[in-house]
């Protein structure tokens, strides 16, 4: 892990811009996403908005290997797809849940975030997937505090997630982000409390819980991007941008 960067209140100002423009794109989804709908015309909303406001898609043309890079604006994921999805022709159908994640460049700042919805009526499991996954978000972020371990932060999500009979996915975690989309230290969903790096006011924290109502395990499509569960099962992502306090976190993202 390289040297995990605190960022000055300036840069935080700037944080906070690219952050709400990521809470206002979410927003934008919550009152969009419906039966019907393709998850083409959602990104295409949310990439037009983000524009608008002075920002940058921060997914767009994203990742390791040049010959495949991100080529949308959102990852918008349904059902057993947990995340990274790509948008396209697929209309949503009543009963799916559908997590939708967003980050944006602005002034050379980014943010981040994700939230799971809804589509019309759900099941019951898939209502309970929603409720604790957002919770267990609560939880995490409610351990972040100058002087915390980071791993505070892992266990009180994790906890939270078992405890419910559901399952935190190990193979992607969240990060630090700044100037970067992903920076140090990774933030894992999963962990002993009391161990990890000591949190130190300044630093910015993307945590983002991704909870499968079956097994962890998770396997990637053919497109080398979206990752979904290997038993088919539902999951669901809820995900802010954070700095460390003294006191309570700071949501840049809310």
Known sequence: MGKVSIKSAGEIALMRESGRIVADVLS?????????????????LAEEFIRAQGGVPAFKGYGHDSRNLYPATLCISVDDEVVHGIPGGRRLEEGQIVSVDVGVKKGGWFGDAARSFAV??????????????EEALGRGIASVRAGARLHDVSAAVQEHVESAGFSVVRDLVGHGIGRNLHEDPPVPNFGTAGTGMVLHEGMALAIE??????????????????????????????????????GDADILTR
């Open 28 to 44: 934008l989804m919550a009152g969009a996403i419906r039966p019907g709908v393709t998850t083409r015309d959602l990104d295409r």
């Open 120 to 133: 019309g009526r759900v099941s019951e499991e898939k209502e309970r997937l929603l409720r604790v996954t």
């Open 209 to 246: 819980p991704m909870v499968n109502a079956g097994t962890y395990r998770v396997t990637v499509d053919a497109d080398g991007w979206t990752v979904r569960t290997s038993d088919g099962r539902p999951s669901a992502h809820f995900e802010h941008t954070v700095i460390v306090r003294s």
